[in-house]
Nanobody, 115 residues
Framework: QVQLVESGGGLVQPGGSLRLSCAASGSFFAVYRMAWYRQAPGKQRELVATILREGRINYADSVKGRFTIWRDTPNNMLYLQMSSLQPADTAVYYC?????????WGKGTLVIVSS
């Protein structure tokens, strides 16, 4: 069974930084598109950033210049470096990946930005 497991969430003060990680485990051939989404309390899930297998990257306007997505393709890992965090970034962050053409989701990791 293929799983995506996120880690790295927590409580951080405004202006601080956090790094999220996502590990794909199990038996599979390849991971294609990978992405981070987030869902704030009372809001719909929204796309934060995507990275294709060949490396093309897109960011939501709200995080451009503050967040950086990258992947370690041989080890099936996905990362999100978040800087200059704001209270509006408070959300559960989800890892999403196209694994052997199946759309998979992790269970999420909570990020709270508060003083």
């Amino acid at each position: 069974q293929v799983q995506l497991v996120e880690s790295g969430g927590g409580l951080v003060q405004p202006g601080g930084s956090l790094r999220l990680s996502c590990a794909a485990s199990g038996s599979f051939f390849a991971v294609y598109r990978m992405a981070w989404y987030r869902q704030a309390p009372g809001k719909q899930r929204e796309l934060v950033a995507t990275i294709l297998r060949e490396g093309r990257i897109n960011y939501a306007d709200s995080v451009k210049g503050r967040f950086t997505i990258w992947r370690d393709t041989p080890n099936n890992m996905l990362y999100l470096q978040m800087s200059s965090l704001q209270p509006a970034d408070t959300a559960v962050y989800y890892c999403n990946a196209d694994v052997d053409r199946d759309d998979l989701w992790g269970k999420g990791t909570l990020v709270i930005v508060s003083s």
